[in-house]
């Protein structure tokens, strides 16, 4: 032993000790860093020569990042759900009683319905008034123009759901190819023993932000390079190319409009046609609220409007003809509707009914509303003014049962007012389902982000007791440096004396 | 094994379990002001339909009661009216069982008879929020033809049949020539059935025999009027269109007695009919009446079910919004402590 290699191994320590402080100070300054930062640690070895930092490596912990990622998708899918339900909940507005004494602020169809009833009942009970048939009509009214209402809010449910997807596909495919350039530097890094931590925490930060769009699952090959594939399998990911993700939207919705599927490597992943489909993420969502949850409200619509058709429908009083539609139709109708599908976006108030298109709306009480030139659709042949058996006829045949389409998902056969009411029980179950689903994926996603925080995180507090000790550990080897120096000068000294 | 914290989940989960409790406290404070859930729908989920139901349900009920109001009071009126006409009818009547058939006081029987028409005709002819209320259906015109308006169709089918029996006007002098035999014959064959069948239609009344109905409760419909084509009012027009004008008081004793008698009977009759009618309509009142109470204990029932449906307990949310404030108060100073508690302090 020399006292050069005394001073050479200190000198290794200044260096050790200068390399540790700087992996120290990135990790201060990557603690309140929201992406993504994980501990960096200096691996230092000791040796006869001294101690250098080895390598450097990131704390990390795949099966807590695995769950954050799947945390991350349930979370965005029931999100994407929440939000599209919440809009279709202004189709039933406040369901409080406490604003209905007889006529209820909601504008729930149900509402619109009971008032449209209780106006008919008034008007029954008088019919020779004229001011209660007009309000009859426009309690008609109001219930359609509600109905049409509420199809528009479900197409635009469904017009924002299809556009949030190609908003999401693009997202995806930005990511992918941010993913693919930062894959290819940490594989090429590992190779030469580079510091791809940085990188590494990168390539996770991407990850993470394509779970909110899609449900994925990750394997890490050999090289540190990284295969991605969607939760069903289809992959995004692999071999170091980026698959594409392609959509084409539909920019307008109708009741008949089906919206397109979304593929991932040419191969669908959403709709009824895919062999794959995604579980999760805000494609899948979106995807669930555009393509059943709408959909299925939509034919409840429909039912309640083509029930409300049928109901009002007029029969050929003088001979066998066919029934034609009455109060309620839909534009230039002249029969009735054969198929539901649409009639709520379209059913309007008969023309020849309603005062303010210039119709008369005591033919409520006559009958021939469905043709004024035809007098075999008039029931009240003989002109009395307190006429009420069309009338009478017209509650009970509102209060009839009557059958529904089964793609409502709710009952096939229930009279009106119970459908309608059936629909917005359906429509808030589906909301407080979604809405504690909601709230449980997000309590998973804040405990996993917890979790990987705690694993991989900052504690500053740790790093400063670091410091500390990397200081000392400074101080001394400054310590040992002059030491070492000072015996130095003394051999010299002593060397010099002795010449 | 020594447990790891990192300084981000510190805070993080103060800041989330803050943000949780603030939603909390403004749900609940929506809660307290108005007494119901902050978001019903959400709340009762798929039972929401059933409060809706039942909103429904309470509305019609309402609406029913308010119609039942109007039903009413044309059983009111209609009620009055008919136990006016009945006393009228008696009234007459005992005139003509004290007269007994003697024609002394003709003059003032036929007056009488007269009057009764009128008021009669009136009578059938009331209004009620401009609808004939003894019209049946046909509301918007009057009942009863006015047999003393101008041209009146009633009275010149009897001034008609009237000459054509005896060859001479009910005004002539000469009617006192008239015998007990032909008057009867003429009363039985020509006169009565003109207040019969389509004679009646044509000249006496424009009303509908269609009576009104309407619903008084959910599964309750009543018949609400009576017609003025109800064989009680035709016997009523013909024993006062009889003694009014058949020129009785220049009958003969014998003609003007089996005028009298024919009379008489038509009255006895009319008079058992109209108790009927009264009966009917009194029964129809006393219907009407205990749906509408009974409607009134249902819609009780039903506003006691949506509030057990809808309602909060507000001492419950007082609580509760009590512990919120606390808790979160916690949060803050407890997020302020942990601020200070950092080593870079010390150092």
Known sequence: MSLSSASNIAKSGLNTVSAETSFLSRNVTGASDTATYSRKIANVISSLDGSRVASVTRASNLAVFGNLLGATSASATQNAISAGLDTLNQTVGDVSSSSSSTTSNSTSPAALLSNFTNALQSYEASPSSVTLANSAVFAAATLAQGLNSAAATVNQVREQADSGIA?????????????????????????????????????????????????????????????????????????????????????????????????????????????????????????????????????????????????????????????????????????????????????????????????????????????????????????DASYTARLSQLLAKLSATQTYSASGGITTSANLSDYAAASVSWLEAQRSNVSSQSNYQSTLLSTAGTALSNATGVNINDEMSKMLDLENSYSATAKLLTTIDGMFSMLMTDLGNLA | MTSYISTQSISSSMRQSILKMQAELAASQTELSTGTYADIGQTLGSRTGDSLSLQTQSSLLQTITETNQTVATRLDTTQTILGSLQSNAQDLLNSLIESNGSNSNAGTIQASGESNLQSLISSLNSTLGGDYIFSGTNTSNQAITNYFGPAAPNKA?????????????????????????????????????????????????????????????????????????????????????????????????????????????????????????????????????????????????????????????????????????????TSYSLTAQLQQLSLIKYL
């Open chain 1, 167 to 383: 908003a999401s596909v693009q997202t995806i495919n930005s990511l992918l190819a941010q993913f693919q350039t930062v894959n290819a530097q940490i594989v090429g890094g590992t190779a030469t023993s580079a510091d791809v931590t940085d990188l590494q925490d990168s390539r996770d930060n991407i990850l993470s932000q394509l779970a909110q769009q899609i449900g994925i699952t990750t394997t890490i090959g050999a090289n540190g390079d990284m295969s991605i594939y969607t939760d069903s399998g289809v992959t995004l990911f692999q071999g170091g190319a980026a698959r594409s993700v392609t959509f084409s939207s539909t920019h307008t919705y109708t009741a008949a409009t089906s919206g397109n599927a979304v593929y991932a490597d040419g191969i669908p992943i959403t709709g009824s046609s895919a062999a794959m489909p995604i579980a999760n993420g805000t494609i899948a969502g979106l995807a669930t609220l555009r393509d059943s949850l709408s959909v299925t409200y939509q034919a409840q619509l429909d039912g309640i409007a083509g029930a409300l058709i049928n109901a009002f429908s007029e029969t050929d009083q003088a001979a066998p003809g066919p029934d034609l539609p009455g109060l309620f139709t839909t534009q230039g109708a002249t029969s009735l509707p054969t198929s539901t599908t649409g009639l709520a976006g379209q059913i309007t108030v008969n023309p020849s009914v309603d005062p303010s298109q210039g119709g008369n709306a005591l033919l409520l009480r006559d009958g021939g509303i469905s043709d004024t030139a035809n007098s075999d659709y008039t029931y009240n042949t003989t002109g």
């Open chain 2, 157 to 329: 089918a009897v001034d008609s049949a009237f000459t054509a029996a005896f060859g001479m006007a009910q005004t002539s002098a000469g009617v006192s020539a008239i015998s007990a035999s032909s008057m009867q014959t003429f009363l039985d064959t020509a006169f009565a059935p003109l207040f019969q069948g389509a004679n009646w239609a044509a000249g006496w009344s424009s009303a509908s025999s269609q009576t009104l109905t309407n619903r008084i409760s959910e599964s309750q419909t009543v018949d609400t009027s009576v017609s003025a084509n109800n064989p009680a009012f035709q016997q009523l027009a013909q024993a006062y269109t009889m003694i009014a004008d058949l020129g009785t008081q220049n009958l003969s004793s014998p003609a003007y007695q089996t005028v009298t008698t024919v009379a008489r009977n038509l009255l006895t009759s009319a008079i058992s009919s109209l108790i009927d009618l009264q009966a009917g309509v009194g029964l129809v009142q006393s219907d009407t009446n205990d749906a509408t109470n009974q409607m009134s204990l249902q819609m009780n029932i039903l506003s006691t079910q949506i509030g057990n449906l809808e309602s909060v307990n507000p001492y419950e949310i007082t609580t509760r919004v009590t512990d919120l404030q606390t808790q979160i108060e």
